[in-house]
């Protein structure tokens, strides 16, 4: 086995996969995994796990692979991740886990997407669904704008026995949290007439905006994640968002929440264009920025080759994100009656810097003293 090559994944045929919509990567066989996996240098220090968003044990997952414990990879990425076979599939490994890989240094990195897909469709084929928490702690978090960050976030509290309530004002987004929700608990692909979960049935989806929050009582955390506060573009309307939460918090209860700075909008955002090139679909991402109130215009072009046309079909996305000054945050903060606790850079325990593009703050709902 030549350890600087990949093992080749199957693919339909060109005649066989334009008579059909099935996937054209037909993935890995057991086999096939388990050779892939045997490439991995399986690295003290692990690059590869610094590429990844989410860092998932990619070298203990791939070394169960390599020793055929399937389910035990399983188990060791659902740690991590609430939907391997879809991030197996669609996020950008070859600049992420890949290209941090050390074995690509001096040949082709290894196959960490594939294997994970695997890994994935694994799992679900053999009915291995991820571990659940063996019961509910008693308290209440909402997650407050119920995107991919916030379904995902909702996901993980639910398995640490949270009683979880998402919102958002999009119903379509909403209708995708509920499901992804059920996968992150069920596993991917679940059937939708198995018995339900007592904790699928007590996670509540609420179709609202932030600046109408609207709890069914009382709760003891509120999460509002990936920049869904710079897409609030108005400064009262902001300030709703935080009174609301505030008014349904419980003493001593806090409310988490990240923004993108002004300075990932000037300097990495700005009036810039990025080019994504993937083997199905290419995409063309153009920004205009403001200054004077560091908003940042979005428009996103996307087209998905049909190999069975010879033709490309193009959709496209326009949105916009404001970014908040941290006197202004602070400010959001106080005139909502909370108290700052905590401020820290990205996903990390570490002080804010000048080039620091996501902050996230951790502000508290005072204690009333008797």
């Not at 939708?192 to 609207?214: A, G, H, T």
């Not at 710079?230 to 609301?244: A, L, M, S």
């Not at 994504?276 to 998905?304: A, G, K, T």
Request: proline fraction near 4%; charged fraction near 25%; glycine fraction near 6%.
């Amino acid at each position: 086995m030549d350890v600087l090559t990949r093992v080749p994944v199957r693919e339909q045929e060109p005649a066989v996969r334009a008579t059909n919509f099935e996937e054209v990567c037909l993935g890995y066989n057991e086999e096939e995994a388990m050779a892939e996996a045997a490439r991995c240098l399986n690295c003290k220090n692990a690059q590869c796990m610094k590429g990844c968003p989410v860092s998932i044990n990619i070298p203990g997952f791939i070394a169960e692979v390599k020793e055929g414990n399937f389910e035990a990879a399983y188990h060791v990425i659902s740690e991590s991740s609430a939907l391997p076979a879809v991030c197996g599939r669609v996020c950008p490994q070859e600049t992420q886990c890949e290209g941090k890989c050390i074995r690509g240094i001096k040949g082709e990195p290894v196959a960490i997407g594939k294997l994970e897909r695997f890994v994935a469709d694994w799992a679900r084929e053999h009915g291995i669904k991820p571990k659940k928490a063996e019961k509910l702690n008693g308290h209440k978090v909402a997650v407050i704008g119920s995107g991919p960050a916030g379904l995902t976030c909702a996901g993980d509290l639910a398995k640490l026995g949270y009683d979880v309530v998402g919102t958002d004002a999009s119903a379509q987004m909403l209708s995708e949290a509920m499901q992804k929700k059920a996968c992150a608990l069920y596993g991917e692909n679940f059937e939708r007439e198995e018995p339900s979960d007592p904790q699928i049935e007590k996670i509540l989806f609420l179709c609202q905006p932030m600046e109408e929050l609207d709890m069914y009582g009382t709760i003891d955390a509120a999460v509002c994640a990936l920049d869904s506060i710079n897409h609030v573009t108005d400064e009262k309307t902001v300030q709703k968002i935080f009174d609301r939460v505030s008014l349904f918090l419980n003493p001593g209860a806090v409310f988490v929440f990240d923004v993108n700075s002004v300075y990932k909008h000037r300097e990495v955002l700005g009036n810039n264009v990025f080019v994504f090139d993937r083997d199905e679909v290419y995409c063309v991402w153009q920004n205009s920025y403001q200054e004077e109130n560091f908003q940042v215009q979005m428009d996103l072009d996307f087209f998905e080759y049909d190999e069975s046309t010879d033709t490309y079909t193009r959709t496209s996305e326009s949105f916009c994100e404001r970014a908040y000054t941290d006197e202004q945050v602070r400010g959001f903060i106080q005139k909502s009656g909370l108290n700052l606790v905590a401020v820290y850079a990205e996903d990390s325990f570490d002080p804010v810097q000048e080039d620091t593009q996501r902050i996230i703050y951790v502000a508290q709902k005072p204690v009333q003293k008797k």
